[in-house]
């Protein structure tokens, strides 16, 4: 059988350095991805994991895009990424630390 959870977007993240549930999501997808997990060809999806913009709240938590200045700014909902990040919260990404946002390592320092 399948676990329904509900899941309120705009609920309280469940772990500190996130402004929302949605922006923690969102933060785990990454997570998720950055460690081996696999999509499917799909250039919607895509297009849709790579379209928000992240920045930081007044109180230096990890903010996604709002969904509603997202769909000003590229003229569709993300709603496959939004799925996608539902499915994999509960594959153990819900943990995802704030860390995990640290910049990237200069490729050219490896020269």
Do not use: M, N
Request: proline content about 5%; glycine content about 10%; overall charge negative.
């Amino acid at each position: 059988g399948l676990d329904i959870v509900d899941v309120q977007y705009a609920s309280s993240a469940t772990c500190e350095g996130y402004s929302r549930l949605r922006d923690q999501l969102w933060c785990c997808l990454r997570t998720w991805l950055k460690e081996g997990g696999a999509i499917c060809d799909s250039k919607p999806l895509a297009a849709d994991i790579t379209a928000p913009k992240f920045g930081f709240d007044v109180r230096g938590r990890i903010k996604v895009e709002g969904k509603d200045d997202l769909k000003k700014r590229i003229g569709r909902s993300p709603d496959h990424a939004d799925a996608l990040a539902l499915a994999v919260f509960g594959d153990g990404a819900a943990v995802a630390k704030f860390e995990v946002f640290e910049p990237d390592p200069d490729p050219e320092d490896d020269a």
